[in-house]
């Protein structure tokens, strides 16, 4: 799987968008990009994936670039409970027979701010 | 709908000592994953169960840690021996398939401290 780098922490003030930058510059052409979070002392969660189409869905937006060099997550409305480390990662497409094990590197800390 | 469970919630246990770690997946869910996180630290893959297939161990750490799913659904892993290494939250996942298209759903981890 590709690598991918994100920016280790960022803040928000709540009520406005988040906007989360990831960099994916090796990605090839049968990888689909994902993004998961997990709020302190919680297990992951899956937010949205993507392949080359911007995708939308009740928890966030993703915008991917033209060369799918890079994508951006939007949290449009960030409320206090969005506070979470969000991780960026990407994933070979295709039937696995040893599953689809998730890896996350870093992740970016984000603070939404009262 | 109910998620993934895990349990305990919470594991302290003397070293040497063995430790069960039990995963109930969402129903119908045919792959489940076992991963471990140290703290401040990333996931790290143990093992995966799909269906009726002979489960990907290629994770696991050492021989002292093994995992069993029963009837295709309820999963443990087991750590014989502990060592204060092993302290971690175990985090068990299900997917409908063990495909990247579905996504993984988590349980909310047992946090297992070896004293």
């Known amino acids: 799987d590709a690598k991918t780098t994100q920016p280790p922490s960022m803040d928000c003030a709540e009520g406005r968008a988040a906007n989360l930058p990831c960099n994916h510059s090796?990605?090839?052409?049968?990888?689909?990009v994902y993004w998961y979070r997990q709020i302190h002392s919680q297990g992951p969660q899956y937010i949205i994936h993507?392949?080359?189409n911007n995708e939308t869905n009740e928890m966030a937006s993703l915008i991917i670039t033209e060369d799918r060099k890079s994508s951006t997550l939007i949290l449009p409305h960030a409320t206090l409970r969005d506070t979470a480390v969000y991780y960026c990662?990407?994933?070979?497409?295709?039937?696995?027979?040893?599953?689809?094990?998730?890896?996350f590197g870093e992740g970016t800390q984000l603070t939404v701010n009262p | 709908g109910a998620g993934v469970s895990q349990s305990p919630s919470n594991k302290v246990t003397e070293k040497g000592k063995d430790v069960e770690l039990r995963c109930d997946p969402i129903?119908?869910?045919?792959?489940l994953y076992w991963y471990r996180q140290s703290l401040g630290q990333g996931l790290e893959f143990l093992i995966y169960?799909?269906?009726?297939?002979?489960?990907?161990k290629s994770g696991l750490p050492s021989d002292r840690f093994s995992a069993e799913r029963t009837g295709g659904s309820v999963s443990t892993l087991t750590i014989q021996r502990t060592q204060q290494e092993d302290s971690a939250v175990y985090l068990c996942a299900s997917s409908r398939q063990g495909t990247i298209y579905y996504e993984q759903y988590f349980g909310p981890g047992t946090r297992l401290t070896v004293t």
């Open positions: 169960f799909q269906g009726n297939s002979a489960p990907d």
């Open positions: 090796t990605i090839s052409g049968n990888e689909y």
């Open positions: 993507g392949l080359k």
């Open positions: 990662i990407v994933r070979v497409a295709g039937l696995q027979t040893s599953g689809s094990r998730l890896t």
């Open positions: 129903s119908g869910h045919t792959a």
